[in-house]
C-alpha cells in the first residue's frame, strides 16, 4: 500500500484465491474500504462465497484488470500475492484444462483427503509429487482433470514447474522464522478480536462451497459451530495450520528463480523500508 499510494497511477491486482470471495473480509485480511479509497484494487470480491472460484475464472478476471488498467494512461499494475498457483496462471500463462463438475462432485464425497492423494499417486505420480498431501482442493482438482480428460492432471502444459522468461520484477519478502510465527499469532488473535467468529457464523449460515469452507480461520470456526471443538481449540489450529502454510508458501516461491528475496530485520527502526524502496524502484524505473 505504502508503495502503492507513492507512484501515481498505480492500481492493485490482488491474486489471492480467498479474497475473491464477498462477505470473506476478515479472515482473509481482505483490503479494508479505506485501502481500497486510497488505491484502485482489482480482483477482490468476484464471486459469493457459495460458489466455487476456479483458476480459469480467476484468469478471466485478471486480464480484464490488466486490460482496464492499461486503458488508463499513466497508470500501470503492482500485483499482490498470495496464491502461487494464480499468480503462476496469471503470468506465465498456464495452459489450463477444462473443468467436469459431475467428476468432482464425485471425487468431493471422499472425505478423506488421504484416500484420494493415495488415489491421485495411482493416476498421475508426477502430480501427486507437485502437491502437498494435505492440499485438498489441489488433489481433488488433479483427480477431476486426469479422471474427466482422461490425460494425467501434469501433462497439461509445463505446469508450475517451468519458469519462462518474464518482464515483471517479482519480490518475496522472508521474515524470521520466529517473528513469522509470533505475527501470525497476533494476526489471528486481532482477526478474533474484529469478528471473525461472527463473520464465520453469518456465511454459514448462507451457505459455503467447498472451495470457501476450506479457507484457512474459517474451516476452524466451522468445526466449533458445528459442536465439533472448543473455541479456545479452533482458534488455536488456525495458528498452527496458518503457520504450516506459510513454510509451504514460501517453499512454493523459493523454486521460482525469478523471485528476488527481501530479508527483514524485525529490530529494525522500520523493517519494510527497504521493501518499499525497492518496490518503488520497480514501479517507476
Known amino acids: 500500500m505504502a508503495a502503492a499510494a507513492a507512484v501515481p497511477g498505480t492500481e492493485i491486482v490482488a491474486i489471492d484465491a480467498m479474497q475473491v470471495y464477498r462477505d470473506?473480509?476478515?479472515?482473509?485480511?481482505?483490503?479494508?474500504?479505506?485501502?481500497?479509497?486510497?488505491?484502485?484494487?482489482?480482483?477482490?470480491?468476484?464471486?459469493?462465497?457459495?460458489?466455487e472460484m476456479s483458476v480459469t475464472a480467476f484468469r478471466?478476471?485478471?486480464?480484464?484488470?490488466?486490460?482496464?488498467?492499461?486503458?488508463?494512461?499513466?497508470?500501470?499494475?503492482?500485483?499482490?500475492?498470495?496464491?502461487?498457483?494464480?499468480?503462476?496462471?496469471?503470468?506465465?500463462?498456464?495452459?489450463?484444462?477444462?473443468v467436469w463438475p459431475d467428476v468432482r462432485a464425485t471425487i468431493e464425497a471422499e472425505?478423506?483427503?488421504?484416500?484420494?492423494?493415495?488415489?491421485?499417486?495411482?493416476?498421475?505420480?508426477?502430480?501427486?509429487?507437485?502437491?502437498?498431501?494435505?492440499?485438498?482442493?489441489?488433489?481433488?482438482?488433479?483427480?477431476?482433470?486426469s479422471v474427466g480428460s482422461g490425460q494425467p492432471f501434469s501433462s497439461f502444459g509445463p505446469g508450475?514447474?517451468?519458469?519462462?522468461?518474464?518482464?515483471?520484477?517479482?519480490?518475496?519478502?522472508?521474515?524470521?522464522?520466529?517473528?513469522?510465527?509470533?505475527?501470525i499469532e497476533r494476526r489471528v488473535a486481532t482477526m478474533m478480536a474484529t469478528g471473525l467468529l461472527d463473520e464465520v457464523a453469518h456465511l454459514a449460515a448462507h451457505g459455503l462451497s467447498p472451495t470457501a469452507r476450506q479457507a484457512l480461520g474459517y474451516k476452524e470456526l466451522l468445526d466449533h459451530?458445528?459442536?465439533?471443538?472448543?473455541l479456545d481449540a479452533a482458534v488455536g489450529t488456525i495458528v498452527t495450520r496458518t503457520r504450516r502454510f506459510a513454510t509451504r508458501q514460501e517453499r512454493w516461491f523459493r523454486r521460482d528463480?525469478?523471485?528476488r528475496w527481501i530479508?527483514?530485520?524485525?529490530?529494525?527502526?522500520?523493517?519494510?523500508?527497504?521493501?518499499?524502496t525497492r518496490v518503488i524502484d520497480a514501479l517507476t524505473t
Open 24 to 51: 470473506m473480509d476478515i479472515g482473509t485480511a481482505k483490503p479494508t474500504a479505506a485501502d481500497r479509497a486510497a488505491v484502485v484494487h482489482h480482483c477482490l470480491d468476484l464471486a459469493d462465497p457459495s460458489d
Open 60 to 98: 478471466v478476471a485478471y486480464d480484464e484488470a490488466l486490460s482496464s488498467i492499461a486503458s488508463r494512461a499513466g497508470s500501470q499494475a503492482l500485483l499482490v500475492a498470495g496464491t502461487g498457483l494464480y499468480l503462476t496462471a496469471a503470468i506465465d500463462r498456464l495452459e489450463l484444462p477444462g
Open 111 to 145: 472425505p478423506d483427503t488421504a484416500v484420494l492423494y493415495a488415489r491421485l499417486k495411482d493416476l498421475d505420480a508426477t502430480a501427486a509429487e507437485r502437491i502437498d498431501p494435505g492440499n485438498r482442493r489441489r488433489i481433488v482438482r488433479a483427480l477431476e482433470v
Open 160 to 183: 508450475v514447474g517451468a519458469y519462462p522468461p518474464t518482464d515483471i520484477a517479482q519480490y518475496g519478502i522472508r521474515w524470521p522464522r520466529a517473528e513469522l510465527a509470533e505475527r
Open 225 to 230: 459451530l458445528d459442536g465439533l471443538v472448543s
Open 257 to 259: 528463480p525469478r523471485v
Open 263 to 276: 530479508e527483514i530485520d524485525p529490530v529494525a527502526a522500520d523493517p519494510l523500508a527497504d521493501v518499499r
